[in-house]
């Protein structure tokens, strides 16, 4: 049990998927899970875990942006010794050929800030996924014929951005979607030595102004979390 995870040690899962939303772990866990149980509530911080296809899945949420991954991260890794973490989520699609409810799987995430800043000092950090589970999804989407993009996502510390200037630089350098979180999720793996991925799907659009409506959202964050799962066990 820890400051933000009220879990027991053998509560946790080896692997953890962490949306940010607490409702869609609960949703993710109800409609992907076998049995499974309400393992962390604190702060509505909703934490559930069972099983898929018989291996021990936790599903996480981890809150909006990185000051707060950060804090569930740090907390799973360190406390209860998760191996894996993928991150799944919503994101903003950056480029023309990147439609809505695609599916983003992030190679590196760029980021102009993040909790881990100060470590670095003058040095820009590459935070990058760990290639094995890389590798599963892009079989497993592949596998599922689901439209899909493999690169460089933007990992933003503000919502209400108002820096136009650097998303027009995203785009430019064939950035693929903005989220949240993801870049300190893969710093914080590196620094531990564990797995980390994230799998997004495009719910709205940067260029386009296009957006998935609510009703829409469950069959196609689905198939990112089925990626996910596919990926971790492979």
Not at 23 to 35: D, I, S, V
Not at 133 to 142: I, K, Y
Not at 192 to 212: F, K, N, P, Q, Y
Request: glycine share 10%; net charge negative.
């Amino acid at each position: 049990m820890t400051i933000h995870i009220g879990a027991e040690k053998g509560d946790i899962a080896p692997t953890v998927l962490l949306p940010g939303d607490p409702y869609r772990a609960k949703w993710a866990a109800e409609n992907f899970l076998t049995a499974p149980r309400l393992v962390n509530e604190v702060r509505g911080m909703l934490g559930y875990t069972g099983t898929w296809n018989g291996h021990p899945v936790t599903i996480q949420g981890s809150g909006m942006g990185m000051p707060s991954l950060s804090i569930y991260a740090n907390e799973l890794i360190r406390d209860y010794d998760a191996q894996t973490l993928i991150r799944i989520g919503s994101c903003g699609g950056m480029q023309e050929n990147v439609g809505i409810r695609d599916v983003l799987i992030a190679m590196t995430a760029t980021t102009f800030g993040s909790p881990s800043k100060g470590i670095f000092r003058e040095l820009n950090f590459a935070p990058c996924a760990d290639w094995e589970l890389l590798e599963a999804a892009v079989a497993h989407a592949r596998k599922k014929q689901a439209t899909f993009h493999v690169g460089g996502i933007y990992s933003s510390d503000v919502f209400y951005d108002e820096r136009p200037d650097l998303n027009e630089q995203m785009i430019r350098h064939g950035i693929l979607g903005v989220e949240m979180e993801a870049a300190e999720l893969y710093t914080l793996a590196a620094r531990h030595g564990r797995r980390a991925l994230a799998v997004l799907t495009v719910s709205d659009h940067l260029i386009t102004g296009e957006a998935l409506p609510a009703e829409d959202r469950e069959q196609s964050f689905g198939d990112m979390v089925e990626i996910a799962l596919s990926a971790a066990f492979a």
